[in-house]
């Protein structure tokens, strides 16, 4: 697999994200859905990786710098065709390096609190996440919860 950082210019990567966000608005009401469209994640305070394997997407995911020292982990995903295969996990410990390496010191993020973000929630806890209040423009809803850790 390769992790290359992504202008997000690509049919593939357009797509992948688009069924990113309709996924969301099927398992989240729709004002508590936070993921970035394309427009959203074309951001200078945003860096986005892609995943390839043998020329397949196979994952995404982001950071948005919320200051300084601390960013958002944003728009993870894994292909449906590739979902419990490593790829989350081979990005996140790529994403949480080059976190460190910007100067990032902590890294938070919102997920959901359904049975459907189980998976992701399980991964987060496995990389040292721990749960925590609403950051930076979040506030209290039952459909997310949040979680940080230092970098």
């Known amino acids: 697999m390769e992790i290359v950082v992504d202008d997000l210019t690509g049919e593939d990567i357009a797509k992948f994200l688009e069924e990113h966000v309709q996924e969301m608005l099927s398992t989240t009401p729709p004002e508590s859905k936070h993921a970035l469209d394309l427009d959203g994640l074309r951001r200078p305070e ?47 410990d790529h994403i949480l390096a080059e976190a460190g390496r910007m100067g990032v010191r902590r890294i938070s993020l919102e997920t959901g609190s359904g049975e459907f973000y189980l998976p992701a929630r399980k991964l987060y806890e496995k990389f040292g996440f721990a749960y925590c209040e609403p950051f930076a423009d979040y506030r209290p809803d039952p459909n997310s919860v949040f979680m940080t850790r230092a970098v």
């Open 46 to 92: 945003i860096t986005f990786w892609s995943v390839w394997d043998d020329g397949a997407l196979v994952g995404c995911g982001a950071i948005k710098r919320l200051d300084a020292e601390h960013a958002e982990l944003k728009s993870m995903r894994t292909s449906t065709a590739r979902k419990r295969g490593g790829v989350a996990s081979f990005l996140l």
